[in-house]
């Protein structure tokens, strides 16, 4: 076990070392205050006579690697857990009911309107390409694809 002043002792090496895997200043005073914390948590599980800025230094390292995975992850250093449980999955039924809305709006929208959106959006057709194979000006197709846009989400 150590005490609160040799922690603190090591308080200037942490922030070096915290610097060299962060990269900025503020994330490495999050990174030591981080370790600090858990140092102390888990203070009974150091064993005395050995090296406390070393078993530190495992610490904050620990902490970064999680972190860093987290962020590669999932976008953010926080956990995931909040965004994972206000991500709910609706039932099959759902996707069953708004795939039969969106083949009712599709068969609803004009033949040159459906032609342009399937080729630009489905295809993967540039505007231009469309607008040199139907013989219609780009801005026609600008339209045609608008305009089909907005039919679709008056159905959906």
Partial sequence: MFCNSELKKQSTALQRFALRLTGNSHDA?????????KALE??????SGTNLQGWCSKIMYNLFVTGYRR???????????????SATEPGRE??????????????????????????HC???????DIAESLDVPI????????????QLS???
């Fill in 42 to 47: 888990n203070r009974e599980k150091f064993t």
């Fill in 154 to 156: 008056q159905y959906v």
């Fill in 71 to 85: 962020q590669k992850r999932f976008g953010s250093v926080f956990a995931p857990q909040q965004f994972i449980d």
């Fill in 94 to 119: 759902y996707h069953y009911a708004c795939c039969a809305e969106l083949q009712d709006a599709w068969q609803n929208l004009d033949k040159k309107h459906r032609t342009v959106l399937n080729r």
């Fill in 139 to 150: 801005g026609t197709v600008r339209s045609r694809v608008h305009r089909a846009r907005q």
């Fill in 122 to 128: 489905f295809d993967g057709w540039r505007y231009q």
């Fill in 29 to 37: 005073d999050d990174l030591v205050q981080s370790t600090f914390v």
